[in-house]
């Protein structure tokens, strides 16, 4: 039996980016297959749900969704480990992981898709991937189906007049503040990669391939950069630092970004959800927020709140996620 696993993904596509990146950082043999539809057959074998990525293990498991996917193997290849030792480096790492997955995929979407130059360029690539060799007005045609459906798709992020302001926003004090956090340091944590760089990385890093994101990035943040293309093939540099040192940078981060946005936005959507509503408004620290509530992101605020209640001792925790701004909304 091979021991190859398989990773159905696209490079477009910031939750398989960083599933890739991790299968590099562990060392794990995988073949990375872009999909498209000389793939879909085999996907389909894998794949419970038409999205990437999809993984299929050496004895022939299919898994899906990134972060599941990076416990599992995790937990089958625990060395070299993506959780710092530290407690309370620990959860704020798995806490940034989602904070990626879900706030931050809200900064890639809205921008991919807001301006036409970045709607032109991306529409092109997957055009590219759908239908390789096509050419022409055929080609041209099956941009204008991308650019026309996916930008009626923005207010899935949340994206709309209201909020496009404070989604932009977000993103560029985000990146001024891991700017300060990530001098002097390779990774998030320290001198290796931990579960919150995978997450945060593969927005980040996408919304750098896309011209508008690309152009603000380089514009001012060049250890934002160095660490966007270290963990396009990250190895480890070092040890994880302790909370100690982490602490005077890291917290700004979970105090205006997690603590401020992200995680009443989260409670939100989940009390809307609750109630049967169409739409909710929020007040947040960016101001006031509205959009359709989204299933995925209750069940992503669930997974933290049992995540949070399964650390057995919270003395050290708790403080800091008080002055985060965090605690009460994990405290379900």
Known sequence: MSDVHRIWGAEISPYSVK???Y???KAIPHEWIVRGPAEMEEFKKYAK?????AVATPDDEGLQDST???????????????????????FVSALLEEFGDEWGNKWMFHFRWAREADQNATAARLAAVMAPGVEGEQLQGIIDGVKGRMVSRVWFVGSNEKTAPQIEQSFKDALALLEAHLEGRSYLFGGRPAFGDFGLWGQIYNAWTDPTCK???????????????????????????????????????????????????????RKALEAGEEEFTVALASG??????????????????ERYAAVSNKDELDPVLERAGCLRWLKA
């Open 19 to 21: 599933v890739r990146s």
């Open 23 to 25: 299968f590099r950082y």
């Open 49 to 53: 749900l038409p999205l990437i990525p």
């Open 68 to 90: 599941p996917i990076l416990e599992k193997i995790e937990a089958r290849n625990p060395e070299p480990s993506i959780h710092p030792s530290d407690p309370v480096s620990n």
């Open 215 to 269: 152009e603000i990035i380089e514009a001012g943040h060049p250890n934002v950069l160095a660490w966007i293309q270290r963990m396009l093939d990250p190895k480890s540099e070092g040890e994880f630092e302790p909370w100690s040192a982490l602490e005077p940078t890291l917290m700004l981060l979970l105090e205006k970004q997690v603590g401020g946005l992200f995680l009443p936005w989260s409670e939100a959507n």
């Open 288 to 305: 006031e927020w509205t959009q359709k509530p989204q299933k995925y992101h209750a069940r992503s605020l669930a997974k933290l709140r």
